[in-house]
Structure formats: structure tokens, C-alpha cells
């Protein structure tokens, strides 16, 4: 992607920056799938993601992040599933309450093989509706992120913790992210991205089996259970748009993926 169309769609994440801490050595080669350059400190701007009018940046705000050892994680040894029968299961399945309000199962979308793999909590309304994940005006944010990384949609793939809509919109309970964990266990094990995002807290949470809180786990890196996938949590797309504020941080946390992911290639 070339720099004008990328800084196009920063703005469109009303994301402004800005000063790399790095830039791509013209030597180096392109990864296969992440983009060379990424930007590494981003300021927020006031207007909502639809806006088209950009403000003048202010002094680049830069966040500092301390490393953070790796966290293992306690999910069980993946069996080999295959793409087709998880679909059928997915599709068909009653394992706990919330098949009883869903217009469907909104099983993930994306590349097969992606490096990157996003993961949300629950689907929504319009997710329950189109059986697509992240659509809507949160899916219209995380599609300018995407964006902003120098990818399209197509290019990662978006699924969620639980494949049915909860009632009004509500945290899926504990013991339907426990039902439905094996699908998107089976997910990775299909997809084996090379990393993982986890948008919000619910989805950090149920991931990583812990009770923090998003504020508290973003920033830092953990793996994935037995697959060790490096996995990043940051916050929720739908959060952004109550609190632009935060965007700076979640670029921050994109950055570090893009950094980690361009080492690793
Ligand atoms: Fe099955 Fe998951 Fe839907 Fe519950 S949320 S009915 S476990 S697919």
C-alpha cells in the first residue's frame, strides 16, 4: 500500500501521527504478508470515525509500554478438525442458551491461512443478522484499522468467542464462552496465524482465562495456549467509538504486532 493511501486511511481512523520509531531498511525484504513500514505513535483526533474533516495534529503522543514476560495459557491439546465439519457443527449447534434468540450462527470471515487472526466477543445485531462478523459501524472502525496496518480485511481473519448473538447485546455468560470454546480452539488450529489480537475485554479474558481487565492486559504479549501463538489484547472497536481518546492506544498495540510480526518474517 502505498504511504498516501495509508495516511488516508489513518485519517479515516481519525488517527494522526507522526514520528516512526523505525523505518524499513531499503535492503531489507518485504514480508509476505505485513507491511513494510507501520507508524509507530499516533494522536488522536476528536471527530467519529465517519468524519472527513482532519484537525491539525498536535505534539505526537507517545506511550511508553514496559515488556512484559510471555503467559502461557491453559487450553487443551487442538485434535485436527477440518474446515467443512466445524462450519456444519457451528451451524447446528445448541450447546447452550443463546441458539435459542439467534437469526444465525455467525461462524468468522476471513483468509483461511491468515497471519492474523482478530478475535471479538459476540456477535451483534447486524452480525446476527448478516452472519458476518464485525459489521456495522464498530466493523466499519476495525475495517479503517485494519487499514491503518497496511491490510485489508481479507488479508486477517475476524472471528469471535462466541458464534451466537447474546440477547440485547449483553457479555456473553461464563458457561456460553465455555460451550462455545472448542469451536474457535478448532479455528486457530485451522487458521495457525502467527499472531492473534483479541479486541475488548471479554475476549482477552476468556482467551486467557484470567479476570483482568482489558486496561490492565493490553500492552503486554502472551501466547495462545498449547499453539504458543503470541496473542495481543487491546480494546474493543465499539469501545472506540464511545472513547476516541483511547484510539492512541490501541494504534500502539497494532504497532507492536506489525514490530513483532516484521521481526518474525
Ligand atoms: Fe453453540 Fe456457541 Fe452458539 Fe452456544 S454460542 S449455541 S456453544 S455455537
Not at 474446515?83 to 439467534?102: P, Y
Not at 445485531?125 to 485494519?146: H, N, S
Not at 479486541?199 to 495462545?224: C, D, I, K, P, Y
Given at each position: 500500500?502505498?504511504?498516501?493511501?495509508?495516511?488516508?486511511?489513518?485519517?479515516?481512523?481519525?488517527?494522526?501521527?507522526?514520528?516512526?520509531?523505525?523505518?524499513?531498511?531499503?535492503?531489507?525484504?518485504?514480508?509476505?504478508?505485513?507491511?513494510?513500514?507501520?507508524?509507530?505513535?499516533?494522536?488522536?483526533?476528536?471527530?467519529?470515525?465517519?468524519?472527513?474533516?482532519?484537525?491539525?495534529?498536535?505534539?505526537?503522543?507517545?506511550?511508553?509500554?514496559?515488556?512484559?514476560?510471555?503467559?502461557?495459557?491453559?487450553?487443551?491439546?487442538?485434535?485436527?478438525?477440518?474446515?467443512?465439519?466445524?462450519?456444519?457443527?457451528?451451524?447446528?449447534?445448541?450447546?447452550?442458551?443463546?441458539?435459542?434468540?439467534?437469526?444465525?450462527?455467525?461462524?468468522?470471515?476471513?483468509?483461511?491461512?491468515a497471519a492474523l487472526m482478530f478475535i471479538g466477543e459476540a456477535p451483534g445485531a447486524e452480525e446476527d443478522q448478516t452472519?458476518?462478523?464485525?459489521?456495522?459501524?464498530?466493523?466499519?472502525?476495525?475495517?479503517?484499522?485494519?487499514?491503518?496496518?497496511?491490510?485489508?480485511?481479507?488479508?486477517?481473519?475476524?472471528?469471535?468467542?462466541?458464534?451466537?448473538?447474546?440477547?440485547?447485546?449483553?457479555?456473553?455468560?461464563?458457561?456460553?464462552?465455555?460451550?462455545?470454546?472448542?469451536?474457535?480452539?478448532?479455528?486457530?488450529?485451522?487458521?495457525?496465524?502467527?499472531?492473534?489480537?483479541?479486541?475488548?475485554?471479554?475476549?482477552?479474558?476468556?482467551?486467557?482465562?484470567?479476570?483482568?481487565?482489558?486496561?490492565?492486559?493490553?500492552?503486554?504479549?502472551?501466547?495462545?495456549?498449547?499453539?504458543?501463538?503470541?496473542?495481543?489484547?487491546?480494546?474493543?472497536?465499539?469501545?472506540?467509538?464511545?472513547?476516541?481518546?483511547?484510539?492512541?492506544?490501541?494504534?500502539?498495540?497494532?504497532?507492536?504486532?506489525?514490530?513483532?510480526?516484521?521481526?518474525?518474517?
Amino acid at each position: 500500500m502505498d504511504e498516501t493511501r495509508r495516511r488516508a486511511y489513518l485519517e479515516a481512523m481519525d488517527i494522526s501521527l507522526w514520528q516512526p520509531r523505525f523505518a524499513a531498511s531499503p535492503t531489507s525484504s518485504t514480508p509476505a504478508v505485513m507491511p513494510a513500514a507501520a507508524p509507530a505513535s499516533a494522536v488522536i483526533m476528536e471527530q467519529s470515525v465517519e468524519s472527513t474533516v482532519i484537525h491539525p495534529a498536535p505534539a505526537p503522543i507517545v506511550e511508553v509500554i514496559p515488556p512484559a514476560p510471555m503467559i502461557e495459557t491453559a487450553a487443551p491439546v487442538i485434535a485436527a478438525p477440518d474446515w467443512n465439519t466445524l462450519i456444519a457443527r457451528v451451524s447446528a449447534c445448541r450447546a447452550c442458551g443463546l441458539c435459542e434468540q439467534r437469526t444465525q450462527t455467525v461462524f468468522g470471515s476471513g483468509k483461511r491461512d491468515a497471519a492474523l487472526m482478530f478475535i471479538g466477543e459476540a456477535p451483534g445485531a447486524e452480525e446476527d443478522q448478516t452472519g458476518e462478523p464485525f459489521v456495522g459501524r464498530a466493523g466499519k472502525l476495525l475495517t479503517a484499522i485494519v487499514r491503518a496496518m497496511g491490510l485489508e480485511r481479507e488479508q486477517i481473519y475476524i472471528a469471535n468467542v462466541v458464534k451466537c448473538r447474546p440477547p440485547d447485546n449483553r457479555n456473553p455468560h461464563p458457561d456460553e464462552i465455555a460451550a462455545c470454546a472448542e469451536y474457535l480452539r478448532e479455528q486457530v488450529a485451522l487458521i495457525q496465524p502467527r499472531m492473534m489480537l483479541a479486541l475488548g475485554g471479554v475476549a482477552g479474558q476468556s482467551l486467557l482465562h484470567t479476570t483482568e481487565t482489558v486496561g490492565a492486559l493490553r500492552g503486554r504479549w502472551f501466547t495462545f495456549g498449547e499453539t504458543k501463538i503470541p496473542l495481543r489484547v487491546t480494546y474493543h472497536p465499539a469501545y472506540l467509538l464511545r472513547s476516541p481518546n483511547q484510539k492512541v492506544k490501541v494504534w500502539n498495540d497494532l504497532v507492536a504486532v506489525l514490530e513483532r510480526m516484521n521481526v518474525q518474517s
